[in-house]
């Protein structure tokens, strides 16, 4: 069994019942998710040892956090106790052509103003095949913008492939700055994940006549950026997920791989949305299991996209699905018939 | 700030979970609504000053519904308490073929059973810019309809515009009485609105070859029908809204306005619908909205039409948006993307 | 008032709220549902004196069954108490892609237990006209195998119609088994229903380049199963619904009939789907109400296919119609319009 | 088995989840309840058949009360369908020293405004053994006031026994008027039930030194007023049911019985509250089911006593026990051990 | 109508179902609440105009929190929107020997991190006649401490009223800190509430052979607290109030109160609790509303207990009581029975 | 950190809301549970190592299942997975004088129907330092009663500690099966943990003059019953619960230790019930880790006592509690104050 670990936050996550506007709803759901935290439960889904790194607050809600991870099959003994807070965020469900809503709440988390030496990467690395991160990490704080580096350098040094989400948060930093800082990380990354807008909003790189939030996408675009990223960074692969958002509850999705000097390109799925947050992360999971697995590219990227297209018809950003799910999916059942 | 005053019923809106029929739930979510109290939300929730003018039980129903009412910055203090009953209604929510169902018990509410002089006209239009109400509120009682025509010429007399959608409610009262009662009180009203049923069915005026339950919507038809309101009237401005029903959960919907000799024709948006209920109240909203503010024509259209869109993706009949969410839709970004 | 008579299992059936998976649940929604008690109730809410056969247990769950089925108005003297268990199954609503999972645990339950004499089927079939049942009774079963076999004598001995849905189950027993029980049955069945992958599953019997898994449904092929059919048992008519799954969301219904030598097409429905379980039987419910009250064959088929259009549209596995509701949809209503 | 017929007004009943304050609540819990329909649904509890007169409308509020008088085991064939509206109340349920709400909202209900001969008395009575009203079927208008007598009448008539609770509810109607209807009604009264304060509301008959809002009861004071009460209207039996409040969650309860002249006091059971609607009913019920049974009278009362304890320890109205449960309290298993 | 103005942090509140420990929870209740907006929201509840001054978040949970102020008659339009984060905190019911768990996050809120010349005090107590502000507000950051001191000398050079509950928060700063910064505002305060522990942690002030964590309340002791307190700071009076937990479902509640060199001791109820989060909150906005009304001291301190004991048995923060209600309780009506 | 294997049965538990009867519920919340589930839940929030070894179907539900027990820290990797079924049960809150209802549904169970050496012992007592079990898991079928005697077998050859609660079942088996196989077992059981009725039930120990169902104990009957089990079986220890059912909301829960020839009585609570199902299990959780931490007597007793005592305000059959809320109860701590 392979082990994959991964670094960043996990938050508790509210949302009303159904369609409801937070200012209409007396209840919330809660469930708890982060960037790294959904790739790894996706991963432990998959049945890898997914260890995922975070501190949390030592009191109750810490303890559900950590409850909730484990339920899912992640190994949490390498997650922190501690600190003063655990970070949350609100999502309002959209609909129709009104879009969700996302309310961030997550400064002074334990993890954002944790030590980068409170990680004890020999251990946490021990035994582990590859190391995921994404550019929310980094943006947290300096501390962890340091402890990533930490993290990348003890990774390589053990010949760990490493793999990072590009994932550009405005509300966490500037351009300039995620610019700055994600280039002095990306020298140990091997394999580089993005979504549409990420390359042009974290390096500036973007395809001639492309643009993102109109929603046009041209394949031309998207080889030509995947190219110049890897080129500039010395990455191994460059993955992109391709999004077309038609309405709240509609959208097509698809991904394109860039490896060895190909370009792959995955089926489209129409998707009826039912919460499509943590789409991204279970495509990147979808990415690291296959890779894991020595999966062909364009193999590779059928899994990821079948994977992350599952992901949005399911509730709250964990992806609850089997490697049988997925490939059965890939393998051609996509009209959702019932399984008795 | 404008202040808009409206007139009418406000009811105790019950309807199952989900898309549960009426006779398989064991609780009813509750909400408050009605079509004058509906347009009382939706502008506060613009930052209008919004009055809404009605009578409601003084028991603890009552002080739900006040409360429900404030909450959403509506100025209740013109809500004279006291009566019997407050009006309630069910919603049924339909999906695919199968219909949303409404039934109404509302006779004998408070506000039905109100008299005429229990309002202090003089009062409530200090100050006041507008005066909405719909030809529901005549439909309540005989006492109503007078109430409407002191309201109308309280209102006149003060120099304040006058709207009136035609909401015309079978159950309330038949074609007859509502053409006679409805066409006493057109004279006041400046601006008139209606959806694509309501002026034949009160003015018995109809388009050629127009058939409204089959979903014929023809743009010259509902051309002929506003000019010919509008000549008969003599309205300043008339509004119609457009729907196309598909299935209970899909409809095509669009709007026309008739104003100095002109017609305009809105964007049509294809909806999925949340709850429809409200559709055409959050449009009156709207356009009510834009003339304050002065908008031309064809920008008061499209953000009525934009704002009566957004509604049917929010559960419940209060429009709860606001006027940047309105202006992001009309500016272009109909795509429902997440926004952080 | 016509009297059918259906025999078969009744179970408690759990879901998650929405579009929750199990895994993810704290809590269930119950209900009741089995493929006869499904066609009960349905001709229960015609107005039909609907008798539904079966055995549960004496406790507060089989209670709690006999409870559900009189509150939609069948008749439940003729329902055993006794026995050790009530069976109970799980769904898993599906969505987009991902298609609905169904999970059995209905072995051993009182009515798969419960030994062939202990129905009286003289005073079941008393005044009745109709007997009902699928091809999941005698699967559960040697027992019940042979009570079907009891009931189909004594209601051909009284002159009552016959009716089987032939409802292959893979988890109750084999194709093998099946098609050795079933055809011995058959010989008393004067109306055959099946969808469109049973005749080959019982039977074997498939016509040319139809794959059903595949989605791919040819009104040609279906004509040739259904007069194979008729042929081999000698059926009165035989129905098949016809399925074309888009997505979890959205699929496609119609059905065909075969009477008289005569081949009857309906109108097929893009159905957004609520809840599909249920779907067929309500099909068959719709098909006997037809057949009691002398509907020629192209009218019954279009009750039958349009009352399990509506079906889809309802949680749960019982369709909530009346038939008024039916008859408006089949008379072109269809695009689901409130109904105040 | 016995047939007993009640009639009477049956609501829709709203109440908010759990301790909720109405002015909180977003959804509010949905039941059925009247006095009389909750005699109905007890005695169908205890196997007998149990028939409810009443009228509710045609619609689907009126489809899912009849639905649920159904499921309990409830003969509705005498339901008649029509009118405008089903009444409704509001429970808001106290708790500590805050006591519960009830909001009554059932004026112009369909069985208020039914006319006295649309029920077919002598039809209804066909096989009855017992009749029961309250003094709230004749408070609705005065044509129940009449159906009342003309029920009275003509089970009279048939030899069948009456009941009557008083059950004064001064929303309704006057002391006065009350006074004067009832004492009409009571001369075909043989079994007399009251609670401690309606025999003075309804008769202006109290016992010296007796102050029921203070909770004092003197057992004298009510032997007092049954005698008094036997005497004046010749009841073959008085029954009053005793109710000492020391907070809106606990309750002493028990009864009394006077019936061939001799008196007799319940076993007293200090109760914790889970919803005390429908106590006084649920005792009827038992003296009824008791009476019927040929019970001695100590006997009676005990159950009846145990019935509507155990009723309060039950949410809504209806009492939701069997024979045997009662039996059980009774017998002396008042420790509430768990039952496997 | 008096006008009050308080001055403290609102929050959001989170709190799993019923009974549920945070980690079993898949839902959370949410409510707003804070000392100083309970106190005004239950002034607004009897008929005061109650201002709340604060600042919340410019997005979609601060209109939530405002909206809820709002629906319960709370004057909010000196509440100030900007700054990063609403201040949240859950609550874990707790229940018979398990105590309820609260946890706080609320570091780094919108009000904690605002200017203090940002209120402007002038506006804010125009009309005013009492200032609230308890313990909790100056512990919130330096800023707001000043804050409260410039409040504080705006209110009295009005020669408005000043109360403050102490309400130490040993999580927000340390006894030490507290007692130097509360020491310095009680030069401005008129009345001063406080719970039994509250006396000794801010100033040091305890009773001799008092022990407030083994719940031995001695009358004399609390005589002595308060004289000490008032001579100390030469309050105008001095509020205690004094609880005796038995259980977390059983307490008792009572208080005295010192003014004019007379001690006063109210009645001692036994509560069932519901919520007892509050508590002290609703007893401070009763003393307000009676010294506001001029009730001499004895009626004062029962109206303030009476409020806070039903507080107690009503769910989340808020005092959602009428002066009718208090009143009634007050005046004797302790059994909680319905009313109907 | 010690290691505890526990042996049996783990079920899918469900319960309608709140005090609803099952007839009245449309939802089940639901857990899982199991005695020897239940004592591993327990001791794996007292931070030991605890180990459940069970077999469960290969299904979703199966994965639910697993994923909780996981969730709360319970080592799963013994857990065989395959079969049909998942054991089920159902639990009808009950209150006051109502108790409350279970009703199984566990027979053909996965881990009833697995074969003994499915489960390699050697493996699953590496490292362990103590093996329970109860007298359920016998009792399940023949072959868990010799997977029973082959566990006990191979702890005792490692030294391993073993204790057993009798829990004698009687709908699972006769008094006279479970006498002679519990009696083949004993001589491997260390500590033997009873609640008041198992002795009898089981063995047929009872002493003079006591009465289990009609609450009577006697302090001297316990002593002289868990002297006989001790010389009979020749335990080290026997640890007796000592409910007393006030109601079902009230019960006051004790308990008793017999070691070394001295008798110890435990501090009795008085409870207000939340949920009582698994107290008896967490008594035997506690007393299992008091023993393992090497606690004298009557320390252990104490903490078994005061967990069990604070499991009974905890919903569902597990027992959320840390240890120092244990010891904080156990020291003193009884009167619930909320903890800030």
Chains 1, 2, 3, 4, 5, 6 share one sequence.
Request: proline share 2%; net charge negative; hydrophobic share 40%.
């Amino acid at each position: 069994m392979s082990k994959v670990v991964s670094f960043g936050e996990v938050m508790l996550r509210f949302n009303p019942e159904g369609y409801l506007r937070i200012v209409q709803a007396d209840r919330f759901m809660i469930s708890f998710a982060g960037a790294e935290a959904n790739v790894a439960v996706s991963l432990a889904n998959y049945g890898i040892n997914a260890a995922f790194v975070c501190k949390v607050p030592a009191h109750e809600l810490g303890d559900a956090c950590v409850n909730d991870l484990r339920k899912y099959g992640v190994d949490t003994s390498f997650i922190l106790r501690g600190g003063d807070r655990l970070g949350t965020y609100y999502v309002e469900k959209g609909a129709s052509q009104r879009g969700s809503k996302v309310i961030y709440d997550r400064a002074y988390s334990s993890i954002a103003m944790a030590e980068p030496n409170e990680f004890d990467w020999d251990k946490i690395f021990e035994g582990a095949d590859w190391f995921h991160f994404t550019g929310i990490t980094p943006a947290l704080s300096d501390n962890m913008a340091k402890a990533c580096e930490d993290a990348c350098k003890a990774a390589k040094a053990r010949g760990i492939k490493i793999s990072c989400d590009l994932n550009f948060r405005k509300k966490l930093w500037s351009k300039e700055k995620a610019g700055k800082v994600m280039s002095g990380l990306m020298q140990y990354v091997d394999v580089c994940i993005a979504n549409e807008e990420d390359a042009h909003d974290v390096f500036g790189i973007q395809a001639p006549e492309t643009d993102v939030k109109q929603g046009i996408l041209s394949p031309e675009g998207y080889k030509w950026v995947a190219k110049k990223l890897a080129e500039h960074f010395n990455f191994e692969a460059v993955a992109i997920t391709l999004r077309s958002s038609i309405s709240a509850n509609d959208n097509l999705w698809s991904g394109m791989y860039y490896k060895n000097n190909e370009f792959y390109f995955s089926r489209e799925y129409s998707i009826h949305i039912v919460d499509r947050v943590g789409g991204g992360d279970s495509f990147g999971a979808g990415l690291i299991y296959s890779e894991l697995k020595g999966s062909d590219p364009q193999t590779a990227l059928e899994f990821a996209v079948g994977a992350s297209c599952l992901k949005q018809s399911i509730e709250y950003d964990f992806n609850q699905v089997k490697v049988q799910e997925v490939e059965a999916l890939v393998g051609g059942d996509v009209t959702g018939r019932v399984q008795r």
